[in-house]
Structures are given as structure tokens and as C-alpha cells.
């Protein structure tokens, strides 16, 4: 409170046990509770448990009438009590950018399109990486991401490309769960392979 304000969300979030974590037991809700109780009482005006099913306390509340602005369950949102950032109940104006309208994200998954943050290989050399370094945190990601002037270099893939790759992701996870030896049908990717991969992502069903 003394450092940021009383206007920064503070979120409150479960642990819960997995993967090599197993031996660490899960928060208790009644822990996250009475944490977002003490901010609150502090001063905080935007505190919020997570990680749990707890729609009231996960909701935003106007710091002024108190009355419900924005409901959340999980990521679905429902009542919005906004007017252009103004609380529509008492007209206090809220802390944070608000669209007039609720997104529709929701309880969804959505494919991200990785390549459109792909950066250039930068050499090996400490002069041109600190510039590249100081060029993304000054214009941002996407503008270095651009091929340079001349540049001929094809990154793209088709879809048929992407499913291989999408396939080899699937067998890879399987063999790891069921500890069987990786086959791997198309060592080649469908001829992307030898391309230069910075990270990937593959939710699991």
C-alpha cells in the first residue's frame, strides 16, 4: 500500500498440488479469504482470491457505493455495472482502462498464432545483441519481429506442416506419460525441422 498505491489488484491465488509438486499441500480457501479480508481492511481497494470457485470474491466492487461492478467466474464475466469507467450505480470513476462492452473470451481455448511474435537471430556478438535488447524494450516485440529490407528468408509453414509438427507434439507427450521409446514417423517435420524454434505450446486434452 505504501509503495503502489491503493489502486493496484492484488490477487490472492490457490496453490494446488501437481506435477513435481505433489508433496506441497494446496492452499486452503479459508487462507485466501481472510488474506483478501486484511487487504482490504488495509486499504487496498481491488483485492481478489483465484484459483478457486468463489464468484464473490473474485468480482469487482465499486470502492465507494460497494455495490457489484463486475462479476467473474473464473474467466466467464457476467454482470457489468460500468459506464465509461464510471461506477453505474453512485458515478465514482474506477481505477483501469474498461471497454464499454464485457469481452466474450470466457471459458475457452483459442489457437495463438506464435509466429506473428517470432524474433530475427541476432549474431554472436555482445555490441548487436545489446542493441537488439535495447531495440525490443524501446519499440516493443512486433516491430523487431518484421523480416528485414532484402531479406528472403521463408519461416512461414502450410497447414499440413503444422498438423506433422502438431502430431510428433502429441507423440512426444504420450511417450513421456507412458514411458514407451519416442517414434518418430517423420523425422524431417515435413521439412521443418532444421528451423530454428524459440518455444512452443501444446495444451493437453
Known amino acids: 500500500l505504501e509503495h503502489v498505491g491503493d489502486c493496484v489488484p492484488v490477487h490472492f ?3 494446488h498440488p501437481d506435477f513435481r509438486m505433489q508433496n506441497t499441500p494446496r492452499t486452503p480457501h479459508e487462507t485466501l479469504i481472510r488474506a483478501r479480508e ?7 481497494k481491488y483485492a481478489y482470491v483465484g484459483n478457486v470457485n468463489d464468484t464473490p470474491r473474485q468480482s469487482t466492487y465499486c470502492p ?22 464510471n461506477c453505474r450505480h453512485c458515478g465514482t470513476s474506477i481505477d483501469g482502462l474498461f ?20 524474433l530475427p537471430i541476432v549474431p554472436n556478438n555482445s555490441a548487436n545483441e545489446l542493441e537488439h535488447i535495447d531495440t525490443v524494450f524501446t519499440q516493443g516485440i ?14 512461414s509453414i502450410d497447414s499440413q506442416q503444422q498438423q506433422v509438427i502438431v502430431d510428433a507434439a502429441a507423440r512426444a507427450v504420450t511417450a513421456a506419460v507412458f514411458d514407451r521409446p519416442l517414434d518418430w514417423p517423420d523425422p524431417d517435420l515435413a521439412g521443418t525441422a532444421s528451423q530454428v524454434l524459440s518455444g512452443a505450446f501444446v495444451s493437453l486434452k
Open 142 to 155: 512486433l516491430s523487431v519481429a518484421q523480416p528485414s529490407p532484402g531479406s528472403n528468408a521463408d519461416t
Open 64 to 85: 465507494g457505493c460497494q455495490e457489484l461492478l463486475i462479476e467473474r467466474d473464473w474467466h466467464q464475466l457476467g454482470a457489468w455495472n460500468l459506464d465509461n469507467g
Open 13 to 15: 491465488t490457490a496453490f
Open 99 to 118: 471497454e464499454t462492452q464485457p469481452g466474450d473470451w470466457g471459458r475457452k481455448r483459442q489457437p495463438v498464432d506464435m509466429s506473428r511474435f517470432a
Open 38 to 44: 486484511i487487504a482490504l481492511e488495509t486499504g487496498l
